[in-house]
């Protein structure tokens, strides 16, 4: 240590908050000039903190567990009746599934349909929510040698909930569909409206510029649409809700800020690559390059 | 009668007088009860972030950070120290993949208003010293949304910028209660 004086000490004690300021706003310029740098210092942060996140989260899933199950305890008797309706219901359901599972089989045969690929996805437990107070994301932890590439799409257990944005060694962040910057082609199950599914940060996405002639309906179902080359058709979002008169959004099946568990799909959406634009989301590296995909069969069926 | 506690006095190093000297535990003691109100608020960016149905935890994080470098920087800004300070901003921008930068810079005017003031802000009542929050919560989150709009190129939602500063004001006198009594028993080094 540099022997100092007193009065140079006090001086330079002074001194430390303006430095941290040119510093704070240095770090802003940087930001903005060098957002790479600034993405791989944020992903290296995340890889560390990932499994801390766990950890702090355990104890807390312990006490939630064993409130959970005392208040299931207390209404065991009504759910079990209402659930064995449910189930008698399930079955028919059933039923009908598997006859029109044989239905469409024998129909496709006919047809020499060209079945669809098997989509390869992996299943990522939701570490930490980090939205921020102007943006939503997950960041999900992943294995070491993971595949998981940006761009890719990720779907809870119902449906699309976001998109790969950027990959860690040991996690990756997810930009959910209520991102204030997301906006999102897509197709109206009823009407066969096209719309944009934009986010406004809110848990439910808006849906804008939809026909002039073709309301969306209530309660209609909201696919994606594969316009674009940014999503392939056909991922279910979830339903129509008028919140207002005139104002349209979409309610996901499940809601966005309970993720636990995601599901990320490679979807092989490396055929095409488009021009570049400022804020395109690159879909990811050629090394994999896989047949275009006709029709995404979600649920992974095997037929 | 209620027995007058005089160990702050007995270890007070300002005063003349003969003390035994500290033991090796006693420091370490020390060290740990200064760095009780840094690790409180890393330990609150954390738990924020993970996924559980808090209400409003995207908007509660930066409330309360701002609230707790507020409240220490008057009473005892030893123990949260300016380096201090940019590192929870980083942090937090880091984690919540905000704009970088946005969160050091209200922490440190935050920061900088409590200490320059401290001997100012310490004489006032509770009242007052909350009113005077207020007011800086209300510009460093209005700050925040202009600095947040100006780098993305777009005017962001304001209904969370009004949760932030409403969260803010309200948590604060909760958070005082709970760091005014830290800070005369956990987090307070002369009380080795």
Redesign the interface.
């Known amino acids: 240590m540099i022997p100092l004086s007193i009065h140079i000490k006090q001086g330079l004690a002074k001194l430390v908050l303006p430095f941290l300021f040119v510093v704070a706003c240095l770090i802003m310029l940087l930001g903005q000039a060098q957002p790479k740098f600034i993405e791989t210092l944020r992903l290296k942060v995340t890889d560390f903190l990932a499994p801390g996140y766990a950890l702090i989260e355990e104890p807390f899933n312990i006490v939630y567990g064993f409130v959970n199950t005392i208040k299931d305890i207390q209404n065991i008797s009504a759910e079990n009746k209402a659930l064995k309706e449910q189930n008698l219901q399930l079955r028919r359901w059933y039923h009908v599934a598997m006859g029109l599972v044989d239905e469409n089989t024998l129909l496709k045969n006919q047809l020499h349909w060209i079945p669809d690929r098997a989509l390869s996805f992996v299943t990522a437990r939701v570490v930490a929510d980090v939205s921020g107070v102007y943006h939503k994301a997950i960041l999900v932890v992943l294995g070491e040698d993971h595949s998981v590439k940006p761009g890719q799409v990720a779907l809870d257990g119902f449906g699309l909930v976001g998109r790969v944005t950027e990959v860690g060694e040991r996690s990756a962040r997810i930009l959910l569909i209520n991102d204030d910057s997301s906006r999102i082609p897509v197709r109206l199950s009823n009407s066969k409206a096209q719309a944009i599914m934009a986010g406004d940060n809110s848990l439910y996405p808006r849906l804008i510029f939809y026909p002039e002639d073709k309301h969306p309906i209530e309660g209609e179902k909201v696919v994606t649409d594969g316009q674009g080359d940014v999503l392939p058709a056909g991922i279910p979002i979830g339903y129509v809700h008028y919140l207002k008169p005139g104002q349209p959004v979409v309610v996901p099946y499940l809601p966005l800020d309970h993720l636990r568990i995601v599901r990320i799909f490679n979807y092989g959406k490396n055929e095409v690559i488009a021009p570049g634009a400022p804020g395109r989301v690159i879909p990811s590296t050629k090394k994999n390059r896989q047949g275009p995909v006709a029709s995404p069969t979600l649920l992974g069926r095997d037929e | 009668m209620i027995k007058k506690d005089n160990t702050n006095h007995f270890n007070d190093r300002k005063t003349p007088g003969i003390r035994p000297a500290f033991s090796k535990f006693q420091h370490i003691d020390m060290v740990v009860r200064s760095l009780v109100p840094m690790a409180f608020t890393i330990f609150v960016v954390?738990?924020l972030?993970?996924?559980?149905?808090i209400p409003g935890?995207?908007?509660l994080l930066?409330a309360i950070v701002v609230a707790s470098v507020y409240f220490w920087s008057i009473y005892r800004p030893k123990s949260m120290p300016?380096?201090g300070?940019?590192f929870l901003?980083?942090?937090t921008?880091?984690?919540?993949?905000?704009?970088?930068?946005?969160v050091?810079?209200i922490l440190?005017i935050t920061?900088?208003i409590g200490?320059t003031q401290r001997f100012r802000l310490a004489k006032y009542n509770f009242i007052l010293v909350w009113l005077i929050f207020a007011v800086i919560a209300v510009g460093v989150f209005m700050l925040?949304?202009i600095?947040?709009s100006v780098?993305?190129l777009k005017i962001?939602?304001y209904?969370?910028?009004l949760f932030?500063i409403i969260f803010a004001v309200g948590i604060y006198p909760l958070l005082s209660i709970v760091f005014a009594w830290a800070h005369r028993t956990i987090a307070n080094p002369g009380k080795v």
Do not use: C, H
């Open positions: 954390l738990f972030s993970t996924p559980f149905d935890r995207n908007e930066p300016a380096v300070v940019f901003g980083f942090l921008d880091l984690l919540n993949f905000s704009t970088p930068g946005v050091i810079f440190l920061y900088g200490v925040q949304w600095l947040s780098f993305s962001m939602p209904t969370s910028f932030e």
